[in-house]
């Protein structure tokens, strides 16, 4: 497959190496009488130069073969013939189909050159990644797996000893850890389907006070610790969207709000439709992000510089993942007068409350005939 689209990319390298120097000649052949033949060379040497950027080394040789044929047979005098009567035309005819020769070699060989640059880079980059990815791995999944083996050695071996308070407490953290584990592997998953190209969106008629309540839930403990803001616009309509995957977005924005906000911050979420698109603002009056954080927080690994323990840099690169799935936007920018405000703008179809609840019974007569 590679080798059958080498071939045709080659192959239309050669069609517009040689178009573009059959265009240029035509140009110089109409005004010749002005700029003289000797000028066309240098049209023709510079149209060769133009394609060995672009180009690969034999198209570009077969265009400056060419170029000096056609500037030979119909520019240097005789005309139509490629006799050259003067010594000091041969000379330059030579010297020009060296230089285009030479020229198009050299460039060719730089352009190789920054090709095993450009891959050298990206392998390090590539080893930068998978260092970091496995640094936070090993972090993460080491401290929920020893705060699980604890527990379960303490329940099980000093059953005896322990209190039922404590009792409630060794579970409450091999819940909790175990929570933690299971978010880790979903957004390795998930993120492997974004990478993969399986990612396919599966939108159904939601609720957005249920949309926007089940990852408030499942953060109960986190956001114990902050103050909740919740605004839905009146008379929201029934919105179409994979509600399982923007639950999951909305999910890793406020976890990520409350890992890199102080207790007793506020968190605000404001919801609104227009325009037919959701809109979903999720803001704090928290330190904000440096420009550094601003351009590279959606990046896959990356950490802000915000020293906060946790995490392995894959929550908000999931997020607009999903959120363009739906066709959608998300950015990021500080709060005024502090704090970060994440914006999510999703595309949907939109059905009043009414119709719905005339849509699901209709559907539920179905399902019970």
């Not at 056609?70 to 010297?95: A, C, H, N, Q, R």
């Not at 990644?129 to 083996?149: C, G, M, N, Q």
């Amino acid at each position: 497959m590679k080798l059958q689209y080498f071939k045709q990319s080659l192959f239309k390298q050669f069609i517009i190496s040689n178009l573009s120097v059959i265009f240029i000649a035509l140009i110089c052949y109409i005004s010749v009488d002005f700029i003289g033949y000797r000028s066309v060379a240098l049209l023709l040497l510079a149209t060769v130069s133009i394609l060995a950027i672009f180009f690969s080394l034999y198209p570009v040789l077969m265009a400056a073969t060419m170029s000096a044929l056609i500037w030979d047979y119909f520019f240097i005098p005789p005309l139509f013939t490629f006799y050259v009567s003067k010594s000091e035309d041969i000379l330059l005819l030579m010297m020009y189909f060296v230089i285009a020769l030479i020229n198009g070699i050299f460039t060719s060989r730089v352009r190789q050159f920054e090709k095993l640059e450009r891959q050298k880079e990206e392998r390090q980059n590539t080893i930068k990644l998978y260092k970091t990815l496995f640094d936070s791995l090993s972090h993460e999944l080491r401290t929920p797996i020893a705060t699980i083996v604890g527990a379960t050695d303490n329940l099980m071996h000093k059953e005896s000893n322990i209190s039922n308070a404590d009792k409630s407490e060794l579970v409450a953290q091999i819940s909790t850890s175990a929570f933690r584990l299971n978010r880790l592997i979903d957004n390795l998953l998930n993120m492997q389907r974004l990478e993969s190209g399986m990612l396919k969106i599966k939108p159904y008629w939601c609720e957005i006070s249920e949309l926007i309540n089940s990852p408030l839930n499942l953060l109960e403990n986190e956001l114990s610790t902050h103050n909740l803001q919740i605004e839905i616009q009146e008379d929201f309509p029934i919105v179409k969207l994979d509600a399982g995957l923007i639950e999951q977005a909305l999910f890793n924005v406020l976890h990520n709000e409350t890992l890199y906000t102080p207790p007793d911050s506020m968190i605000s979420v404001q919801v609104n439709y227009k325009n037919s698109c959701i809109t979903i603002i999720i803001s704090d009056n928290g330190k904000g992000f440096t420009d550094e954080d601003l351009t590279m927080l959606f990046t896959k690994f990356y950490r802000s510089s915000t020293k906060v323990a946790g995490g392995t840099g894959l929550g908000l690169s999931i997020v607009k993942g999903f959120v363009e799935a739906h066709g959608g936007t998300i950015k990021v920018e500080n709060n005024i007068p502090h704090g970060a405000k994440f914006s999510i703008e999703i595309p949907t179809e939109t059905l009043k409350m009414d119709d719905y609840l005339s849509f699901s019974n209709a559907n539920s007569k179905v399902s019970d005939k």
